[in-house]
């Protein structure tokens, strides 16, 4: 029983009747392609643990094709054409045991079709837009694009300049945000980065949220869709995951699946927000697939190709065409070892619109988010703050400075109160800015996150003066 077969007879039982049209639409359109009936093949001549060589497809294959191959025992499984020679292809499997052997029959299926729906809301897929949850087979749209490039360009998008408020004040204040504009969020593990990420999907501004959970542990993809976004921002958003224990291959293609999906919501008209986490392990995924084809590293282990897919993928989210919506793109860089200067972490810095540094530290004393003030910066604040707001920010900053400048001599108690008068405001006013800056995911969001900084140090300098 073929795929598409399947497919109708599940739709029978479980989708309504417009639905049904539609999937026997899209199957009627399959099978009236050439290449539905008549395919192309090779044999498999070699194979490793996660790569296998095919001949009699050279002449053929793309890079970036699809292939299925078909093993003695019986089914099919996918891979990926990820290297062509004169004397056969190279083939990265999707399935974590691909159970290739020499002489396998091995066909080309062409490139890879994402073709969004807007049903997809509320929905998990995997990194081949295959459903992951409980749902109905998902539909498909009337346009299926095998492009991975629609960036508009240059002089073609339209320019960022409208702000909007996250509900977290620690980033409405300091690194505030615009539509279309690109933010890192750079920690290491177990330092609040996957409850920022969910506190920031749960932005209200935005019509679409899609979110790739690149790499996370299995366990935890239910309880962050589940509970940390919860069910009012699920129904908007769709999650693409590739977990932990998946193939390089899916890790790989997953934030180009949720890439695909978000330019279709915005192409519609919709303020679009991404959430990927983490681009670090995207990264990952690209080495290991780039040195299994031979390709030498260049930087601690990383191949020259790993930063030229960084930026062909980044520069894809922002400001759509004249008429369009936009992708605000919000990325989490896992900084290795805590170190911010690791190549993936430089590399991604100078592509992005601003970055926020998680500091473990921070996170130790129990200040969450556990936002860095000084060391975070959004490239695109001038945009949303009142001059009035611009010039606050600067004073905090200015006294938080100064207080952390001064901790180590506080604390031997070096410090005397009157010598300095601003040390002295500085020492009575950082702690209570920092108590306004703490919020948790159950605490409600911010609506104006200046005015809960105002009427936090009237009410506890209001406190001390009694």
Known sequence: MTDETTL??????????????????????????????????????????????????????????????????????LGEVVHIARDGIVIAPFERNADAGIGDSVFRRGPLTVAPHPSWRGRAIDALARPMDAGAPLLRGAEESGSADRTPGAMERQRVGTGFRTGVRVIDIFTPLCFGQR????????????????????????????????????????????DTLGEKNMAKTV??????????????????????????????????????DSITRFAHA???????????????????????????????????????????????????????????????????????????????????????????????????????????VTQLKAMIARFEDTRDIRLLGAYQPGGDPELDVAVTQVPLIYEALRQSPVDPASVDAFADLAGHLRGRNGDHAH
């Open 8 to 77: 109708v007879r599940l739709s029978e039982r479980s989708a309504p009747a417009p639905d049904r049209l539609t999937l026997l639409e899209h199957v009627w359109r399959r099978f009236g392609e050439p290449s539905a009936l008549l395919k192309h093949g090779g044999r498999v001549v070699e194979v490793s643990s996660n790569h296998y060589k095919v001949s009699g497809l050279s002449e053929l294959a793309r890079l970036g094709d699809l292939v299925e191959h078909r093993s003695r025992h019986g089914g099919g499984t």
């Open 183 to 226: 933010l890192g969020v750079f920690a290491g593990s177990g330092v609040g980065k996957s409850t920022l990420l969910a506190m920031l999907a749960g932005a209200d501004a935005f019509d679409t949220v899609v979110v790739a959970l690149i790499g996370e542990r299995g366990r935890e993809v239910r309880e962050f869709l589940e």
């Open 239 to 276: 999650a693409v995951v590739a977990t932990s224990d998946e193939s390089a291959m899916m890790r790989r293609r997953a934030p180009d699946t949720a890439m695909r999906v978000a330019e279709y919501f915005r192409d519609r008209g919709d303020r679009v927000l991404l959430v990927l």
């Open 286 to 392: 690209l080495r290991e697939v780039a040195t299994g084809t031979g390709e030498p590293p260049v930087a601690r282990g990383y191949p020259a190709s790993v930063f030229t897919e960084l930026p062909r993928l980044l520069e894809r989210a922002g400001p759509g065409a004249e008429g369009a919506g936009s992708i605000t793109a919000i990325i989490s860089v896992l900084v290795d070892g805590d170190d911010h200067n690791d190549p993936v972490a430089d590399s991604v810095r100078g592509i992005l619109d601003g970055h926020v540094v998680l500091d473990r530290a921070i996170a130790e004393q129990g200040r969450l988010p556990s936002v860095d003030p000084l060391a975070s910066i959004s490239r695109l604040a001038g945009r949303a703050w009142t001059p009035e707001q611009r010039a606050l």
